[in-house]
């Protein structure tokens, strides 16, 4: 099959960056020859109290990583206080569109530094110091980013939880890290949810967290909520009395700047630790070359700041670099289709990062609209969380970008901080659907299920990146073993990433998916353990098992196979009950798109579930199952393909 390459247009490659391969090329030779030299030229675009003593240093086999070792900095003053001082206080740095297209507000970079530092002053007052955790649970508002830089500007670590979560999952992202405070607001609105209880959710969680001393409560809406006193405090009240003074904390290049937690193969939720120095310096570097970032340009990244798109390309990468950015509160459909065209033009976005999934959802909606919108400020347009398919990459292509933007493909993990493969605009030359080449750098290796590089081009394997990188995570917050087992123990010298790819005859990579027993739902990453646990919550369930199956805007659906107690029978109800135990569990975007109802699973002699079988049938392939020899009861396979939903 040949594939149609897109080159980078004459204008885009003149003004870029990095403007054509062999320049790429140089430099990425530089970066892995050299690496030492190479970050250390690349950190001097942050601003250092005190220089670090050395570059870096790092053993995959104890999972010890270190960046810029023994240097100072804070990362508020790189994102705020320095271009302040540098005399650009009247550029806005933050736009934010609410969910009804009438509300917006801008923060100039003088105003956001005021309000950071106010917070941050709240905080102090209230108890909190360096190292300790605080957890931000919050939709899509200002005090989101406020809150987050806050956090950094005292060396307080900040962990957010992404607002669908459950209280139960709250409670328990709480309590593995025993934050101090938990921060959020009294309802949330999104799209035609204009209700959601953040407050009730929140306190619900908070009557099993000993360690939480104060929730801040930002008004969003001014919906009534019940406020703890002595514990609970009111955002503005408390805005009110603080000063934006708040000289920021000196921290270590290797203290900790947040956790983010994230599914694994688990049922527990892995708390990935990131760093101050090396992190910055990444997703700065990262964002500025993959998005051409150039002074003036409007940035909008349409993630949600409870994923690490959102910490990496919405708040640090950006800030750090004077960028303008755009956090929008809403939902693409709403209060119609052309909700992200119209703010485009609302703003003038020359540069647009989203998922996959979004761009499926509008796609079929039809191009009117798009087309009603003119887009004429768009220069460049970016995927992110999951493969980009023809059909999508082709829309977005012709239909918003008019043929003449450029789309970058950024593959990159929870874990590593920061985009890792990736075309450079104005260089990369595209093929739609592939993450193209890997940034400088980074080492990515395709390995054999035994741990063997598979070298040359044209072939597949398992994808694993060989040296440390800036953005690297440094642990699980509390589990270093859990760390070293999850991403260096199965292929010693390696991190693996559980994904899987192919290196093309031209060495293009492209990401097919994981390998592993996690989920990519709309861009969500979703253990399936996490899943089956939640399900096998409700009453009158024995056993779940849970796999994915290809879902047309989903990318991936989840499909779950369950047993129930021999005196009970399938039911809408035991169906409805199942809904609920997820969604109390872990959140309603964690809920199954099919349940099949079976009397046993397939499992070998061991009791182990064979889900390589499961995951043919939920795709549909059964003409391809497979062995079924080693099953204790292969009849069981019969059932389960006639009764397929
Ligand atoms: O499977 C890959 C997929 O998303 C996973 C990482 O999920 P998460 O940690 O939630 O971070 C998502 C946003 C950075 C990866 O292991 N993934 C991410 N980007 C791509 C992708 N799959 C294919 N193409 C991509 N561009």
């Known amino acids: 099959m040949t594939v149609k390459v897109y080159k980078p247009s004459v204008d885009s490659s003149k003004n870029a ?5 062999d320049q790429y090329q140089k430099l990425y030779d530089e970066s892995v020859n050299n690496p030492d030299e190479f970050w250390a030229g690349i950190a001097e675009r942050i601003t250092w109290t005190k ?7 790092f053993d995959f086999i104890e999972g010890n990583i270190k960046y810029y070792e023994g240097g100072k900095l804070n990362v508020a003053y790189n994102c705020l206080d320095r271009h302040v001082e540098d005399g650009h206080g009247d550029q806005t740095a933050l736009i934010w569109e609410g969910n009804n297209p009438a509300e917006d507000k801008r923060f100039t970079y003088n105003e956001l530094k005021d309000e950071v530092s106010k917070f941050a002053n709240v905080l102090k007052s209230n108890g909190i110091e360096k190292g300790d955790r605080v957890c931000l649970y919050m939709q899509m508002i200002p005090e989101l980013t406020v809150a987050m830089l806050a956090c950094a500007r005292i060396g307080a670590v900040h962990s957010i939880v992404f607002g669908a979560f459950s209280s139960d999952s709250l409670r328990d992202r709480i309590n593995d890290s025993a934050c101090k405070a938990l921060i959020t607001q009294d309802t949330g609105v999104r799209g035609k949810k204009l209700n959601i209880p953040m407050k009730v959710k929140a306190d619900k969680a908070v009557k099993e967290t000993p360690s939480i001393e104060h929730v801040f409560v930002v008004k969003r809406t001014g919906e009534e909520v019940s406020m703890e006193s002595g514990r609970d405090l009111w955002w503005h009240e408390e805005m009110a009395k603080a000063s934006n003074d ?3 904390q000196e921290m270590d290049a290797e203290d900790p700047l947040f956790i983010l ?5 688990t ?3 892995k708390g990935v630790l990131h760093t101050t120095g090396g992190y910055l310096v990444y997703a700065a570097y990262t964002h500025e070359l993959v998005f051409d970032y150039h002074e003036g340009d409007i940035y909008w990244c349409t993630a949600d700041i409870g994923w690490i798109t959102g910490h990496s390309y919405i708040v640090y990468g950006p800030l750090a670099n004077r960028a303008t950015t755009v956090m929008f509160e809403g939902v693409p459909n709403s209060p119609d289709f052309g909700r992200f065209w119209e703010i485009v033009d ?7 990062y989203t998922a996959p999934t979004a761009l499926r959802a509008l796609m079929r909606e039809g191009d009117d609209w798009v087309l009603k919108h003119g887009l004429s400020s768009l220069r460049l347009l970016g995927t992110v969380g999951e493969p980009i398919k023809e059909p999508e990459w082709n829309w977005y292509y012709n239909i918003v970008g008019k043929g003449k933007c450029q789309i970058v493909d950024t593959w990159w993990q929870t874990e590593t901080g920061g985009i890792m493969i990736t075309p450079l605009p104005g260089a990369t030359p595209i093929k739609p659907g592939s993450a193209t080449f890997p940034f400088f750098g980074i080492e990515p290796v395709l390995l054999t299920e035994e741990g063997k590089e598979i070298e040359g081009n044209g072939v597949s394997g398992l994808l694993a990146i060989k040296a440390a990188w800036p953005g690297i995570m440094r642990t699980l917050y509390g589990d270093h073993e859990r760390f070293k087992q999850t991403y260096f123990a ?19 990579y492209w990401i097919t998916g994981r390998v592993d027993d996690v989920l990519n739902v709309s861009g969500h990453r979703i253990g399936t353990a996490e899943v089956e646990g939640a399900i096998g919550k409700a009453e009158g369930v024995a056993e779940a098992a849970v796999v994915g199956f290809p879902h047309d805007i989903k990318g991936q659906g989840i499909y779950a196979y369950v047993t129930l107690m021999a005196d009970v029978e399938p039911s809408e109800d035991i169906q409805k009950a199942i809904l609920k135990s997820v969604t109390n569990d872990i959140g309603p975007h964690s809920k199954p798109d099919k349940i099949q109802f079976t009397s046993a699973l397939p499992k070998t002699r061991s009791g182990k579930i064979m889900r390589r079988i499961l995951r043919k049938i939920a795709e549909n392939e059964i003409d391809s199952l497979g062995d079924i020899s080693t099953l204790a009861d292969p009849s069981v396979v019969d059932a389960l393909v006639q009764n397929r939903k």
């Open 17 to 21: 960056w990095i403007s054509d391969l």
């Open 51 to 57: 220089k670090w003593e050395k570059v870096r240093s």
């Open 246 to 248: 708040c000289p920021p």
């Open 261 to 265: 937690y994230t599914s694994g193969s």
């Open 267 to 269: 049922g527990k939720p």
């Open 346 to 352: 609302k703003h003038n976005i020359n540069i647009f």
């Open 490 to 508: 199965m292929y010693p010298g390696y991190y693996f990433t559980g994904d899987g790819a192919r290196r093309d005859e031209d060495g293009y």
